[in-house]
């Protein structure tokens, strides 16, 4: 019933842009917390950013501060990840996904995002 997808992963080289897309179906993300993660080969996922369910609030992790930008769209039932200035270390696969504040419920497959050097 509930299902994220995303898109716009890729390969890029060094100091490229790319926007990532996760859009739900089988439920509003109107009221939910949304966060990206990532995950790079050998090592823990780890929360990239999170912005709440008005877009009002956001939290970025200190390496992707300046570079990336979390937006959604409630009524298109959408969040997004610009990602701007990439470098070889964001290599990994990214996640969207959507809980009531941190507690994430629900995932998305996961997206791979490759930056050559």
């Known amino acids: 019933q509930v299902q994220l997808v995303e898109s716009g992963g890729g390969l890029v080289q060094t100091g490229g842009s790319l926007r990532l897309s996760c859009t739900a179906s089988?439920?509003?993300?109107?009221?939910?917390?949304m966060g990206w993660f990532r995950q790079a080969p050998g090592k823990e996922r780890e929360s990239v950013v999170r912005?709440?369910?008005?877009?009002?609030?956001?939290y970025y992790i200190e390496s992707v501060k300046g570079r990336f930008t979390v937006s959604r769209d409630n009524t298109k039932n959408t969040a997004y990840l610009q990602m701007n200035s990439l470098k070889p270390e964001d290599t990994a696969v990214y996640y969207c996904?959507?809980?009531?504040?941190?507690?994430?419920?629900?995932w998305g497959q996961g997206t791979q995002v490759t930056v050559s050097s």
């Open positions: 996904a959507a809980g009531v504040a941190e507690n994430y419920k629900y």
């Open positions: 089988g439920l509003s993300l109107s009221r939910y917390t």
């Open positions: 912005i709440s369910w008005s877009g009002g609030i956001t």
